[in-house]
């Protein structure tokens, strides 16, 4: 799901309405996760993550919660550039033909290195 804004014939924006994204016949898979190592996501973990889902054909996207920035999760210093420290909360999306098994690997990487 996300949160857009729709601006009208006049210039003006109505109140922020709430759209199920779709492609297809795929339907955006979200998986949140709180950060539970004492460094964060720095290269070690975020290593392991993007070797895991590097084959998988999805769209996959990671931000860190209460940030807008969403980054390719498939690159190593683009989830390195979100600065995820222990504590944080972050949202990861995947959308294509082998969403549910990428959020799967996602999930399993993250509570075993993270």
């Known amino acids: 799901m996300q949160v857009e804004v729709v601006q009208g014939d006049d210039g003006g924006f109505f109140a922020p309405q709430v759209v199920e994204k779709r492609k297809g016949e795929f339907i955006m898979k979200e998986f949140k996760y709180v950060v539970t190592d004492a460094q964060g996501i720095h290269a070690r973990p975020a290593g392991i993550l993007v070797k ?50 990428a959020i799967a690997e996602i999930q399993k990487v993250l509570e075993e290195n993270l």
Not at 64 to 83: H, P, Y
């Open 52 to 101: 895991a889902i590097a084959k998988k054909t999805s769209d996959i996207k990671i931000k860190k919660a209460g940030d807008t920035r969403e980054v390719n999760a498939k690159s190593i210093m683009a989830v390195m550039s979100l600065g995820v420290k222990k504590g944080n909360e972050v949202i990861i999306t995947a959308e294509g033909e082998d969403e549910e098994d």
